[in-house]
């Protein structure tokens, strides 16, 4: 796995460089060489930041933690990391061939497997708007998310609350 290590208001240590490598080292087993990880730390006021999206032919598993002490979000990091893929390894396995015989031995890998199913489906129309349009429709509704077509590309998009009380907005891309 390629890893890279981003440092924003802030610059890392080697010591913390080598110990992120070497906790990600563990997932090398789950992925493939050509897997790409980028580790960004981030560093406001007194709290520290620490996401890691690992990225593997078109799969994307993502994970940020926030503590006091970068090391810390580290290790929570990981372990959210660790809880993903247990819960995704049989799908893991379909889709990028992963041996089923893999064990994971960690303690916070001991979750029961869940089962997806879908529990209701809803349709309704999807109007022309702005993504400025969508956010306050989005608002009015009290939900975290509204799908609607933008009124200059014609596009299904999505506008989002993220965790920070900012907003985002999901433009598909084709490939």
Do not use: W
Request: hydrophobic share 40%; with cysteine.
């Amino acid at each position: 796995m390629k890893i890279t290590i981003i440092g924003r208001k802030v610059n890392l240590r080697n010591n913390f460089k080598e110990l992120a490598e070497r906790k990600l080292a563990k997932f090398d087993r789950i992925f493939d060489d050509d897997a790409e990880a980028v580790v960004t730390v981030t560093v406001e006021r007194n709290r520290q930041t620490v996401e890691i999206t690992i990225r593997q032919r078109g799969m994307i598993c993502r994970a940020e933690e926030t503590a006091l002490d970068m090391n810390e979000a580290l290790d929570h990091v990981i372990s959210a990391l660790g809880r993903q893929i247990r819960r995704n390894k049989t799908r893991l396995e379909k889709a990028k061939k992963v041996d089923p015989g893999l064990e994971f031995a960690d303690a916070y890998y001991d979750e029961p497997e869940e089962e997806l199913q879908v529990a209701r489906t809803k349709r309704f129309a999807v109007k022309v708007m702005s993504p400025e349009e969508a956010i306050m429709q989005m608002n009015m509704l009290d939900h975290e998310f509204f799908l609607f077509r933008d009124d200059e590309s014609g596009e299904i998009n999505v506008v989002y609350r993220r965790k920070n009380g900012d907003y985002g907005l999901l433009v598909p891309e084709e490939k």
